[in-house]
């Protein structure tokens, strides 16, 4: 288990080391990476290793999946690894029901190699279909403003103070007046950035980092922000706006850097919570999406 997150987090690093931060790349694909056999979307920390890659299309699969719907992977192109969580089912003989129950409660993480559809030869009815099935929405801003107005239990939304913030004390985001921001696209991303830190208030999801009140440059407050800027990006992919230009991304790059060398899980442990933090802002159920390891194979 080690070794992967050692892995996923060195290809994290060097991107971050050359001054890019993957989770603030505009997303070049029409919406978040898919399975092809499945239509599911992947999740958490599978987004950004996927997104990160330089294809058009959002379709992914195996190397079997692609050989089931009678195509093949182009000779010499190389797959991307994913990762699923394992629960364990099987009881052997010498285990106790306790044992099971323990044991089905301390999930296994399996790898797969995935590969993206502009990667392989596939039927031509497929490709039509697929090419059809990925256009963009037509009205990003429009889809921007139902998230924000959709938000099950949402904290109250302000224009008042001349920085955009999140006060967990009051449940209160305050956002500059949207006059003042260079773009629309940018008053939005800032506004999922926020709304993203609210999720963390105890009437929601109650993550640490929030109810405890991280203190600036800790590894909690690092962690929270990671939270907010993949919680942010995801929400911006989904609608189909850029990210906003982020302010400070020399210290913030730095202090990614110093936490992620000392702790392999971070990124991990960010990507979840902030996958949880935009299912709940869009309500969505966790269920419907590629979490399954199935779902890969």
Request: with cysteine.
């Amino acid at each position: 288990m080690s070794n992967a997150y050692d892995t996923i987090t060195q290809q994290i690093l060097s991107q971050l080391e050359a001054g890019t931060v993957p989770w603030r790349q505009p997303w070049r694909t029409p919406g978040v990476p898919k399975n092809l056999l499945t239509q599911r979307p992947y999740r958490g920390m599978n987004v950004w290793l996927l997104i990160t890659r330089p294809y058009v299309s959002p379709y992914w699969l195996t190397y079997r999946q692609a050989q089931e719907i009678g195509g093949w992977v182009r000779k010499g192109e190389k797959g991307t690894t994913v990762m699923f969580w394992k629960f364990a089912d099987e009881q052997t003989e010498a285990e106790t029901g306790a044992e099971v129950q323990a044991r089905r409660h301390a999930p296994l993480l399996r790898t797969y190699t995935v590969f993206n559809t502009d990667q392989c030869e596939l039927p031509t009815s497929l490709t039509e279909r697929l090419a059809f099935t990925t256009q963009r929405d037509a009205e990003p801003l429009t889809c921007c403003e139902r998230v924000i107005k959709q938000m099950p239990h949402p904290p109250r939304l302000v224009h008042e103070a001349l920085k955009a913030f999140y006060a967990p004390s009051r449940d209160l985001v305050n956002l500059p007046p949207h006059i003042l921001f260079a773009t629309s696209e940018d008053y939005y991303a800032t506004a999922f950035h926020e709304l993203c830190h609210s999720t963390g208030h105890p009437s929601r999801l109650a993550r640490p980092g929030i109810t405890d009140l991280a203190p600036f440059a800790s590894h909690a407050y690092s962690k929270e922000e990671l939270v907010a800027e993949m919680g942010a990006a995801y929400l911006c992919g989904h609608c189909g706006i850029a990210p906003q230009t982020l302010e400070n991304a020399a210290a913030y790059i730095a202090s990614w850097l110093a936490h992620l060398q000392n702790d392999k899980t971070l990124l991990w442990q960010a990507a979840s919570h902030a996958q949880r933090a935009v299912d709940f802002i869009l309500n969505s159920a966790p269920e419907t999406s590629c979490d399954e390891e199935t779902a890969a194979r």
